[in-house]
């Protein structure tokens, strides 16, 4: 571990210092995940959000959605999806066992949702068609 101010600078700007900075903060935002070191591998992986498939445009961009209720990671996505149209739908979605399909007019996409014990989950397409079989096919 560092210990002068000038060790820490130094381990704090290595891939290790990252990482481990990363992973910290994730823990204080509540985030509960079986392997964090697979987490923090599987999100430096992604150059897309997931819900408007927007290319992320620098690590702050990059944002780990989680459930709220029980820590666990539910989206990568950009931080503009992160706080307007996920925010939203957790602020309306409060029925328990509520599942459908719904038009996201910001990100042109139609979203699945749906809950497995009680975890909401979401799925995001281009085409209505796919939500549809895909919402079918959950079942
Ligand atoms: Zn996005």
Request: proline letters at 1%.
């Amino acid at each position: 571990m560092p210990h002068t101010k000038e060790q820490k600078k130094i381990y704090n700007a290595s891939p290790k210092g990252k990482k481990s900075s990363k992973i910290c903060r994730w823990r204080e935002q509540g985030i509960i995940d079986s392997d964090f070191d697979d987490l923090y591998n599987y999100v430096l992986g992604e150059t897309n959000c997931m819900i408007c498939d927007k290319k992320y445009k620098n690590s702050q961009d990059r944002q780990v959605d989680h459930d709220h209720d029980d820590g666990t990671v539910r989206y990568i996505c950009c931080r503009k999806c992160n706080t307007t149209i996920l925010s939203e739908k957790t602020r309306t979605d409060n029925t328990s066992g509520h599942t459908g399909i719904s038009y996201d007019k910001r990100s042109d996409r139609h979203v699945v949702e749906w809950r497995v014990d009680g975890v909401r989950n979401y799925r995001c397409f281009k085409s209505k068609d796919d939500a549809i079989e895909f919402n079918k096919n959950k079942r």
